[in-house]
């Protein structure tokens, strides 16, 4: 499985941004793809998932209500819609691959795509 996520930027708080994690590789079945997120100083984060083929979600407590993750099965990528952005939510994001059911821990993700980097300014 190889995973290239790109869309990531600088916006000031309030902005919107639209991760993509283009994936390539297999087809996705019963897979889960998610992103996590590793802020400046800090441990890598969930964010969010989405189980590719019932589209059930998962999102962690911080970006309930303003991010939204969904995926395209023609186009076999998954995104992340970022609104409402604060100086908080600036990292790097990762979007990863995993066989198994929605999970929170990055122990399950077997498959990582490089980060792409978001800036949030005050």
């Known amino acids: 499985v190889q995973l290239q996520a790109s869309g990531g930027g600088s916006v000031q708080a309030g902005g919107s941004l639209r991760l993509s994690c283009a994936a390539s590789g297999r087809t996705f079945g019963s897979y889960t793809l998610g992103w996590f997120r590793r802020a400046p100083g800090k441990e890598r984060e969930f964010v969010a998932a989405?189980?590719?083929?019932?589209?059930?979600?998962v999102y962690s407590e911080s970006v309930k209500g303003r991010f939204t993750i969904s995926r395209d099965s023609a186009k076999n990528t998954v995104y992340l819609q970022m609104n409402s952005l604060k100086p908080e939510d600036t990292a790097v994001y990762y979007c990863?691959?995993?066989?198994?059911?929605?999970?929170?821990?990055?122990?399950?993700?077997?498959?990582w795509g490089q980060g792409t980097l978001v800036t949030v300014s005050s």
């Open positions: 989405i189980r590719w083929t019932v589209y059930s979600t």
């Open positions: 990863a691959a995993s066989p198994g059911g929605l999970s929170v821990s990055d122990t399950g993700y077997t498959a």
